[in-house]
Structure formats: structure tokens, C-alpha cells
């Protein structure tokens, strides 16, 4: 069945190194979306793609996080340097609003822990 | 700034009961309103979609739209204890992306 995958579902790594995680979208789906998930924060959206373009990265720490998508069926987050107040849950999320609507679908989350 | 607020809960309903989850969102000129259920541990599963006013129906879930007002809600019928989860609240302003509310958390007791 149609699902976003996203990889790997759990990281654990050490201050200072670089993490990168993966996320393959909906196939034909047109929009791309990174959240990270906190307790105290709530949902929060880090980054925004349509057909592959950036729209919105205003809630992402722009010297230590990027993000891409280097083709339709792949976004990648990645962080470097890590610091332990990134530790959260990383959700991707696809949605397709070729018709005005956009619903999103999450993938199962990248839990990242930094020690 | 967009704002989506939610009661963080708990709220607990007997098995059988309706749960009522409520939700405001701080701009009037909104479009389109979403219900997501989140198991502990799990990924925001999408269950209900309002996008005008009224109410929508599906299953045992009736979602409920007062843009007037600014206000939108989840009413849970025949309330089970596998409901028990956070119900994230996110509203869709125009074409930007999905603004979540923090969630309540629901119980069911059995």
C-alpha cells in the first residue's frame, strides 16, 4: 500500500557528528514536508517542498540543518553539527494539492537521540 | 502568526461515551481543517478532513466546523478504549502547509 518511508526509524549519535535522514514521499505526490515532534513543542514544521522546489525553511536552524530533494522520489534532512537539543522525532510528510486540497501523510518518524 | 490551540488533556471518557475534542485557530481566513490520531509511539494518522461549515460525518467520528466562530471539533461516538490516543488538531491556511495544534490527550476507561 501507498506509504512515506522514511529512514532510519531510530539514530543515536554523539554530539558533533553529522546525521542525515531519508524520506521517499507518496509516489505522485507533489509536496514534501519535514516536521519535528517534541513534547514541549508540539509538531513543529522545519522545512516545505513543492515538486521538489523549497518553499519554506523559515523554521529550520539554517547554520546546522539542511534540506533537499534531489529527485521526486527522495527528501533528505540532514543536520551537522548534531547538538543534544536536537533530539526529537523527525516526521516526513507527503500530500499532493494539484487539486487545491492538501491532506498529509506522515511516515513512521526518525527518532534521534544526541548524546 | 498562525496559531492552532488545544486542550493538552487528559480527558478521560467511560467506554461507551462521546468523547468531544475542541480546537481554535487564531486566523479567520482559513480554508481547510484536519483531525489526525496519534498512537504513543506512532506517527499522526489522518482520520477526519472539514473544509466548510457544519458537520461531517464518518463512522463514529463527527467532526464539526464554525469558521465564525474559529473554533473546530472531533466528537467520538461509542467511545473504545483503542481510541485512547492524542487527537492533533492542524489547520491549512491557503497553500501553506499544515499548522498542528499540540493535541489532547483522550483516555477511555473500559
Known amino acids: 500500500d501507498a506509504r512515506v518511508t522514511q529512514t532510519p526509524r531510530d539514530k543515536v549519535t554523539e554530539m558533533g557528528q553529522e546525521v542525515t535522514m531519508r524520506c521517499q514521499p507518496i509516489l505522485g505526490h507533489n509536496t514534501v514536508f519535514w516536521y519535528r515532534q517534541t513534547m514541549m513543542q508540539g509538531l513543529e514544521l522545519l522545512a516545505y517542498?513543492?515538486?521538489?522546489?523549497?518553499?519554506?525553511d523559515s523554521g529550520m536552524p539554517k547554520d546546522r540543518f539542511s534540506a533537499e530533494m534531489p529527485d521526486a522520489t527522495l527528501a533528505t534532512l540532514k543536520i551537522q553539527p548534531s547538538e543534544p537539543r536536537d533530539s526529537a522525532v523527525y516526521f516526513c510528510?507527503?500530500?499532493?494539492?494539484?487539486?487545491?486540497?492538501?491532506?498529509?501523510?506522515f511516515g513512521q518518524g526518525t527518532r534521534l537521540t544526541v548524546v | 502568526q498562525k496559531e492552532v490551540e488545544q486542550n493538552s488533556g487528559p480527558l478521560s471518557v467511560p467506554e461507551g461515551a462521546i468523547a468531544s475534542l475542541n480546537c481554535t485557530y487564531s486566523d479567520r481566513v482559513s480554508q481547510s481543517f484536519f483531525w489526525y490520531r496519534q498512537y504513543s509511539g506512532k506517527s499522526p494518522e489522518l482520520i477526519m478532513s472539514i473544509y466548510s461549515n457544519g458537520d461531517k460525518e464518518d463512522g463514529r467520528f463527527t467532526a464539526q466546523l464554525n469558521k465564525a466562530s474559529q473554533y473546530v471539533s472531533l466528537l467520538i461516538r461509542d467511545s473504545q478504549p483503542s481510541d485512547s490516543a492524542t487527537y492533533l488538531c492542524a489547520v491549512r491556511w491557503g497553500n501553506t502547509p499544515l499548522v498542528f495544534g499540540k493535541g489532547t490527550r483522550l483516555s477511555v476507561i473500559a
Open positions: 510528510a507527503s500530500g499532493s494539492d494539484g487539486t487545491g486540497v492538501t491532506e498529509a501523510f
Open positions: 517542498f513543492r515538486n521538489r522546489a523549497p518553499l519554506d
